[in-house]
């Protein structure tokens, strides 16, 4: 009898539900209580709820505020409803469902071949990499290193309209997607996507810039993830002992591609405290973020030995 009566109350709130907002608010609802990670760029229940419903009536992510006290048809209710459903039972990140992710305000294609972007390293590209770089310096060469899915490329050719940029990635799958947001945009004639482990097919090339969201997730750290992040392909997280892998390769390896005036931006998350046990010589610094995030580096090619041996690694 207990559980015909809260299947009878639960009915009765569903058909007293009319409005978009009434609608987002009861998804928020049902997704705190189901205990959903929202890691992946949303920042709590609330906003998941509402960029899903959003996108189950086919409306982007800002709409004026007066959408939310429409009325839903139907049908509309039916495919929030199951959009909000999916999302609980399958655990499955937002931009999974939907195929889309945003970055730097620009919309991406993704899915399960790539990482979600969430890169507080966005913020930095938004500058235009300022203080680091000067307004008036010339950025004619730019490296994304591990591109994924392409945003962070694609993002740097918005902010840099003049320069061209190589989009480099070990993972095939990766590329394919990297190569469709690339159309998508029309920066086929600017952005180059490059199959490369790490700097490895990028023979002598040097760039202003290079930019760089590797892999830095320990075993230890990545065995204690929600169940979210197992749609994630692994090999885009997983980073050896302490998170260091990738990223002591890129330092060893980043002055022979860095011009003499050129910038390092590498984000390490949870990996800077070893990081910087690891190298406590190298000055490191650490952007703060007002839009949330932490664990970017960033640093001049000056700061770099010129023979990757000094490093002692």
Known sequence: ??????????????????????????????????????????????????????HALGLPPEVPAPVFDTALTAGERQAVVDLIRRRIEERRPAAYLTREAWFCGLRFYVDERVLIPRSPIAELIDAGFAPWLEPQAEVRRILDLGTGCGCI??????????????????????????????????????????????????????????????????????????PEYRHEPEHGLRAGDEGLEYILRILREARRHLRPHGLLVV???????????????????????????????????????????????
């Open 1 to 54: 009898m207990d559980e015909v009566k809260r299947l009878r109350e639960a009915v009765r709130e569903l058909k007293a539900l009319q409005t978009l907002g009434e609608w987002i608010r009861w998804g928020a609802a049902r997704l705190e209580e189901a205990g959903v990670c929202c890691g992946h760029g949303l920042a709590a229940p609330g906003d998941e709820a509402a960029y899903l419903a959003l």
């Open 153 to 226: 490329a694609i993002a740097c050719a918005y902010a840099f309209p003049e320069a061209e940029i190589d989009a480099a990635d070990l993972s095939t799958d990766a590329l394919a997607v990297a190569r469709y947001n690339i159309r998508r945009h029309g920066l086929g004639q600017r952005v180059r996507p490059v199959h490369s482990d790490l700097f490895a097919a990028l023979g002598g090339a040097r760039y202003d810039l290079i930019v760089s969201n590797p892999p830095y997730v320990s075993p230890q750290e990545l065995a204690g993830l929600p």
């Open 267 to 313: 984000e390490v998350g949870a990996a800077r405290e070893a990081l910087e046990r690891r190298l406590p010589f190298l000055p490191f610094v650490w952007p703060e973020f007002t839009r949330g995030g932490e664990g970017v580096f960033v640093l001049p090619a000056s700061a770099l030995p010129t023979r990757p041996e000094a490093l002692g690694l």
